[in-house]
């Protein structure tokens, strides 16, 4: 990391502030006294969060936005041909990624980071949680809001910092690491790393930054995360999961409707084999048994007590759009869920099926990126197998071109072929209202999942 002197006179434009990433970091730099703007084209609850506490935002990406700007932090998803990067970098004005920036603004603290394919954001949350309900006073960085917060970003008075770090374009290898945790690794991001061996490579990268001080936590039940720590040159790490060989040991999991229930059993080398019953975890499900445990093995590292780690896990909020409940009608249960890869969206139909097995259950997904669908097509077409009816909707393309040989009818008849359920086509969102209003009969479950638009079309459903 290359140290950079940023005073609190100097004024700092973020280019795509709306981001969930960007905007918690331009929140917590305005409320470190820093002086902060930025630019978006779109309105949302991110931008108005920022709003809300004094930062001024462009509703347009334009060149005048950066007159007299002193760095100019950009988000991942903008383009080098936005008007604003090729005007500061006119003007030879600092341009850092968000990565780069949270790297010096955490730089002093003691970091917990977590990262992996699926999950990162539930986990950031449930160790937040905990380190708040020790009285950590952590500052937090995530990739959801927290119900507890109603933010994304905040800003503690204590010496920690939990950060979810992203791994989609290389920039977690940015961060300054004591703790850190990782899920799992799956095929994704490719048209960033080009091939899974690079992705891979990057996870080991970042594994072997564990100092000799800090300590990784690993979920060995990934098989590519588990392959990986092979080839772990420090070895600093202590594994979980469902596995036998794992040092922090998932046992006799209870699924119910609103939450789990498990045991742990922890087998530290040099140490006598523990074992904590009854763990109460607000969520349903055994990729949040996972998460949470990840949570409890470092937080029992660091030498939270177990009381207080059960008690924030019995109490957790949970997270926006994490099979997040919106609202029931007439007996019909309406969810809402980021889910936009196949290990997710067959993670999100377990848990449901598990904890709901006589009901009905509506999958409505909007496939997000093309090019995640070009690759990952045969597995998105096994997705839907826990679900009883899959309602597909149009490609939110999330800035890509329109790819003209993608066919949703054939697309349809992959899922209903592999998965074996039929599949309703809609072309946009008035289509899924009239199909909701035609179609629901009593007690479904709808599960609306993707990373686009999906999210505000079932919160302006009209019934």
Not at 131 to 157: C, E, H, Y
């Amino acid at each position: 990391m290359n140290k950079i002197k940023i005073n609190l006179n100097q004024k700092i434009h973020f280019v795509g502030i709306g981001g969930i990433g960007m905007s918690g970091l331009a929140q917590i730099m305005k409320n470190m006294g820093f002086k902060i703007q930025g630019s978006d084209m779109v309105n949302s609850k991110n931008v108005e969060r920022c709003r809300k506490i004094g930062i001024k935002v462009f509703r347009s990406h334009k060149k005048e936005n950066i007159n007299n700007i002193s760095i100019l932090i950009k988000s991942s998803a903008i383009k080098n041909n936005n008007p604003e990067i090729k005007a500061a970098k006119e003007k030879k004005i600092i341009i850092l990624k968000r990565a780069e920036m949270l790297a010096h603004v955490v730089s002093l603290k003691t970091n917990v980071v977590v990262t992996g394919s699926h999950g990162k954001t539930t986990t950031t949350s449930l160790i937040s949680n905990v380190l708040s309900s020790a009285k950590f006073d952590p500052t937090i960085i995530n990739g959801g809001i927290i119900n507890s917060f109603n933010s994304n970003a905040k800003l503690g008075k204590g010496n920690w910092a939990v950060l979810e770090a992203d791994e989609s374009d290389g920039s977690f290898l940015n961060f300054p690491i004591n703790y850190s945790v990782v899920t799992n690794i799956d095929r994704e991001h490719m048209e960033f790393y080009k091939n899974f061996k690079n992705l891979k490579n990057s996870f080991l990268n970042f594994l072997n930054k564990t100092p000799l001080i800090g300590k990784s936590f690993v979920c060995i039940d990934n098989a590519e995360l588990y392959k990986l720590t092979k080839k772990v040159k420090n070895k600093n790490f202590y594994s979980y999961g469902f596995s036998k060989k794992a040092n922090f040991q998932v046992l006799k999991p209870l699924y119910k409707k609103d939450y789990s229930v498990f045991d742990l059993k922890i087998s530290i080398p040099g140490e006598k084999i523990k074992i904590i019953k009854k763990i109460r975890l607000n969520l349903i499900g055994s990729h949040n048994i996972l998460n949470s445990v990840a949570a409890i093995s470092l937080c029992l590292h660091i030498g939270i007590n177990i009381k207080v780690i059960k008690r924030s896990l019995k109490n957790f909020s949970g997270i926006q759009r994490r099979l997040t409940k919106l609202f029931n009608f007439k007996g019909r249960e309406f969810f809402d869920d980021y889910a936009h890869h196949p290990t997710e969206i067959k993670s999100v139909l377990k848990s449901l099926r598990v904890t709901s097995s006589d009901r009905k259950i509506i999958s409505v997904f909007q496939p997000h990126r093309y090019s995640r669908l070009k690759l990952l097509n045969k597995d998105f077409s096994y997705s839907f197998k826990d679900s009883d009816l899959v309602v597909l909707c149009p490609v939110y393309a999330a800035g890509e071109k329109i790819d003209k040989k993608y066919d949703p009818i054939n697309f349809a008849k992959l899922i209903t072929q592999r998965s074996n359920v039929q599949v309703i086509l809609v072309n946009n969102q008035k289509d899924l209202n009239n199909f909701f209003k035609k179609n629901l009969i009593e007690n479904e479950i709808v599960i609306c999942m993707g990373a686009g638009s999906i999210s505000r079309w079932l919160r302006e459903m009209k019934f």
